[in-house]
């Protein structure tokens, strides 16, 4: 399995942006679709987007759509979601999730492998 690190997360105001990225361990990156999740307290994990393994399909949540997007580098084993316009229903653990051959998917029961998630605050 690939080993997954989230970094990037941080304490940030209403209408501000940040950048998580996830690198991932091991050869074969570029084997595994990836999704971004967020878990905020006292609610389920939810979908934010995901991305195929070349990169070339994404997909996002409704509720992040046109201001999160989510990118890969093959190269560097790493994919990263940059978020645009915070509010503070952002805040969240931001986890990053890997899923082996199939494409990306919503549905976080299709990913093996996660890491250990990056908090997110967003103050108003």
């Known amino acids: 399995q690939v080993q997954l690190v989230e970094s990037g997360g941080g304490l940030v105001q209403a209408g501000g942006s940040l950048r998580l990225s996830c690198a991932a361990s091991?050869?074969?990156?570029?084997?595994?679709?990836m999704g971004w999740f967020r878990q905020a307290p006292g609610k389920g994990r939810e979908f934010v987007a995901a991305?195929?393994?070349?990169?070339?399909?994404?997909n996002y949540a409704d509720s992040v759509k046109g201001r999160f997007t989510i990118s890969r580098d093959n190269a560097k084993n790493t994919v990263y979601l940059s978020m645009n316009a915070l509010t503070p229903e952002d805040t969240a653990v931001y986890y990053c999730?890997?899923?082996?051959w199939g494409s990306g998917s919503a549905y976080a029961d299709a990913y093996g492998s996660w890491g250990q998630g990056t908090q997110v605050t967003v103050s108003s």
């Open positions: 991305i195929s393994r070349s990169g070339s399909n994404t």
């Open positions: 999730a890997a899923r082996i």
């Open positions: 091991g050869r074969t990156f570029s084997s595994y679709s």
